[in-house]
Every structure is written in C-alpha cells, then in structure tokens.
C-alpha cells in the first residue's frame, strides 16, 4: 500500500491549473516536489490537505481524504515552509494545544526532539531563527506518530549547514522509524542528498514522476555549435549557451559530430524541460 | 469539537474577549444606552478573527486531523460562549444594581434599564452581528474588516432602533422599562423571544459559515 496517492488532483485559479496531477508516495520513500516558483507545488500540497477546494482523489495508507478527513490526518504530519504560526504564544502553548488533537502523541519522543534540536518551549515563535523554527515543525510533525510527513519548502531560507542538519534528521526518520517523506523544494542539491523519487511539476502538470536516478540517467546535456544543430538533433529545451546551444538529448539518441555530452544534473534537466514546456516526459508512463 | 474549542480559548482568543466582559459593570453608569456593552463584545470578536488571521490560524488549525467545516463553529461557539458569559454578568449586575440603588434611580433615560428584557435586546443585538459578520468573514477569512463594518453598522442601527423604541411605544417605554420585579412576565417574554433570534440566527451563522469555508482556499 502506497503512503500517499494523488489522483486527477485538479484545482484553477484565474491565469492557472493545477492539471490532473497524479502520483504517488511509497512506503519508507522519500519524494521531492520540484518545480520552478508558480509551478503548483504549494497548490498540490494544499490540494492533498484539503486547504483549497480542488477535486481529485487523496487517500493516505488508503484513507480517502474527503471520507476519512480525521483518519487521514492523523497519520500525516504537516510542516509548512517554517512554522509562522502565533509568533507570539509560548512553544509549549502550541504543543499543547496541538497535542490534543492526537490521540498517539508521544510526549517523551517529543522532547527527545526537542533536546536533540537545542530547543526551549519556553521560547516565542518568533524568537526562533528560521531553522529553530523548522526543527521545532518538524518535532511536532513526527511527535504524534505521522507516518507520511509532508513539508513546503522547509528548508527555503535555511543556511547549508541547517540544510544538511535537517536532511540528516529527515534520513534519519525515514530509516529508523519507516516515516514516508514528501516534501517541496526548489533547492536541488537536498533532493540530490536525500530523495528517492521526484514529482516535477511545470505549469501545473506533472512532467516526470520517476526515481530520481531514473530521471538523471534518462538524459544527457550536449553542447552544440548552432542552434540549427541542435534543432536537427531534436534537442529539448535548446537555449543559447556562452559557446554555441545547449539542449538535452535522450540517452537513446546519438550526439552529432562536433557536440559534446556530460551527465545530466537535475538543474540541467529542470531547466531544458521548463524551456521546452514538453509534456508527456512521464518516465515511466 | 472540544479540542478545536480549546483551541480557540488557548491560542486565538483575544486579551479584549476577557477584558469586555467586565465591562458589564457599565450597567452602573446612569442613563446610557447598556446595549452598548455588547457592540464591545462584538469588538472582540472583531480582534480575536484580526489576530487569528495575523498568527496564521487558519492555515494552522486545517492541517490539524478535523473536518474543516467545523473549523468555523469551533470558533463561532467559542465567541457565543463568551457572549453568554456577558449576557449573564449583565444580568447579574443589572441585578444588583436593582437591589441596591432606588427604583427612580434604576429608571434608565437614555434606553432599557439594565434588567432582563434589555438581555432580549442584547441577544437580537449580538445574533444580528453574529449572522452577518461570521457568513461574510468566512467568505474569505483574509478579510475581517468589510464583515465587521457591515456588522457593527447593523448593530449599531439595531441600538439606535431600541433606543427610539424605549422612547416611542409604550411597550418598551414602559413594561420593558423599570425593574425586573415590575412586569416581570413581560420582560421574561422579551428575554426568550431576544435569546430565541439569538440561537437561531447564530445557528445560521454556523451552517452559513462552514458551508462557505468548505469552498474556501486557504
């Protein structure tokens, strides 16, 4: 049974669709939701708690969203980009007031979250720094036992030393305690250290839904000296580079006489999709 | 529900909710207009939904494992509870103030006397404002100050037509008027009727209010 499955998650704004976005989140795996800003990541996740009003179907270790709303969320464990909520109140008046809601709150492992955190709950919200105030999202999600841990960009704003940190304690959640992860970034160096399997979102739609290794070796990144080289070649994505063009190429197609290929990263491979606006790059599908 | 009424009382409350309540005390002040008290009742209801909006509540409290639609009558309940709180400490000092000042004293000139059918007026006040600002607030809880202006002018209005009662028909000028001890079934009549609209408009307010939250984008 998967941890998360999104199906036709649909919702429209005036000048954007959330279109048919589909996917889903393995047990014990650990998900990146790429895409570039305005791509539909925050709007996929409220769509998956129900925050907005989009149709589509949600079902959490097979608890439908809009059936079993109570069930469902209490086996995730939700952490916004931060936490940014009552910067005035007490840590230890919002854990009380969040611990009640969940009838399997571990008061003991959160505080061994918290210690491990450097965390005081006699502390404000808005005394944290903004990796304070993500560890302090982070305790609370996996304290009351969350099976699927769901974060907005949560490491957004974050020094490369909190970074690292809060990828080390993701890992760490994901090996000890089986939690399944799906989180948001636009930050691909902590997909690159921490995730399995990558949902790219471009305008809305699901471009890939693949292991992230799976997306990497699919494609290479050539180098052209004319763009009408590239073009022969069906590159995607070709964008002018400081010596010539620059487009991917599927592993399965030749590079021309004169280009030159290295591996592709994920920024290359969300870049040249993003030009090329390409649907139907679901690998996999 | 309890948890999410918790909730409110724990982290949404505004510091005015508690403070307005003493200001059943007004009721002491000679010859003003005591519905008056419950426009600041209304008033902190107003900065508990301004402060809640500014601490991220909402976006807070839906993630939580409730049903979204009962996200607005947790709060509409806990506001009504404060309400009721006021209501009663009004009554109650309404009360004492019957008992220890002298009846030509009690006579209020400015409204109702602070006895138990100006509690009718208070409750018709306080389920008018609950109605209108609570369905336009969870319109779009990002805007709480075209609902409360719509509400506080209605309230406002409603004062001002329970005033010009008190002074124009007989009814209000005088069964209504005066102690608790005089016309007492009347005025008990006017409380039931007040506190009857109240249940009923802020039960509307309630199903109003979660069937557009339900449709809301948070």
């Not at chain 1, 990796?131 to 957004?156: C, N, Q």
């Not at chain 2, 999410?4 to 007004?26: D, M, Q």
């Not at chain 2, 639609?69 to 509870?81: D, E, Q, W």
């Not at chain 2, 109605?131 to 001002?160: D, R, S, W």
Request: a positive charge; charged letters at 20%; hydrophobic letters at 45%.
């Amino acid at each position: 049974m998967n941890a998360l499955t999104v199906r036709d998650l649909t919702k429209t704004y005036p000048g954007f669709k959330l279109d048919g976005v589909s996917f889903t989140v393995g047990q014990g795996r650990i998900v990146g939701l790429i895409g570039a800003n305005g791509a539909g990541k925050s709007t996929t996740l409220k769509g998956i708690l129900r925050l907005i009003s989009a149709t589509g179907e949600v079902s959490v270790y097979g608890k439908d969203m809009r059936a079993e709303e109570f069930a469902a969320k209490q086996l995730i464990g939700y952490a916004g980009g931060g936490f940014r909520f009552y910067p005035m109140k007490r840590l230890d008046a919002i854990r009380k007031a969040y611990a009640a809601f969940f009838p399997a709150w571990d008061q003991e492992k959160y505080e061994r979250y918290l210690a491990r955190f450097d965390l005081s709950e006699e502390k404000r919200g808005k005394e944290l720094s903004d990796g304070m105030k993500v560890k302090f999202a982070v305790a609370l999600a996996v304290s009351h036992g969350a099976k699927l841990l769901i974060m907005d960009e949560p490491t957004s704003g974050l020094d490369p030393l909190s970074r690292e940190e809060f990828c080390d304690h993701i890992l760490g959640l994901v090996r000890n305690e089986g939690i399944s992860v799906l989180f948001s970034t636009h930050i691909t160096s902590d997909l690159m250290r921490i995730a399995d399997d990558v949902v790219y979102l471009s305008r809305g739609k699901v471009l890939a839904d693949c292991p992230l290794e799976q997306l990497l070796s699919r494609y290479r990144v050539v180098r052209f000296g004319a763009r009408g080289q590239a073009e022969a070649a069906r590159a995607i994505g070709i964008k002018a580079v400081k010596n010539g063009y620059e487009g991917l190429l599927e592993r399965g197609n030749a590079v021309p006489d004169g280009a030159s290929a290295e591996d592709a990263t994920l920024d290359s491979v969300m870049i040249h999709l993003e030009i090329a606006g390409r649907e139907g790059e679901k690998c996999g599908n | 529900m309890r948890q999410l009424i918790k909730k409110e009382i724990a982290l949404c409350v505004h510091p005015t909710g508690y403070i307005f309540l003493s200001f059943a005390l007004l009721t002491f002040v000679p010859n003003y207009p005591y519905e008056m008290i419950f426009f600041f009742s209304c008033l902190s209801v107003f900065f508990c939904c301004l402060t809640a909006r500014e601490n991220g509540d909402v976006a807070f409290t839906c993630a939580l494992p409730v049903k979204k639609r009962l996200v607005p009558i947790a709060r509409i309940l806990t506001m009504s509870g404060f309400q009721c709180v006021l209501l009663v400490l009004t009554g109650a000092v309404g009360a004492i103030k019957g008992a220890a000042v002298p009846a030509e004293m009690y006579l209020n000139y400015a409204g109702l006397s602070a006895n138990i059918a100006l509690l009718g007026n208070a409750a018709i006040v306080l389920g008018t404002f609950n109605l209108v600002f609570f369905a336009g607030y969870y319109k779009n809880p990002e805007k709480v100050g075209i609902p409360f202006v719509a509400g506080g002018a209605l309230v406002v209005l409603l004062i001002g037509i329970f005033i010009v009662l008190r002074w124009t028909v007989p009814f209000f000028m005088q069964t209504l008027n005066g102690l608790n001890s005089e016309n007492a079934p009347f005025k008990a009549l006017w409380l039931l009727i007040g506190l009857t609209v109240y249940a009923v408009l802020t039960a509307a307010a309630c199903k109003i209010s979660a069937n557009r939250f339900e449709k809301t984008d948070i």
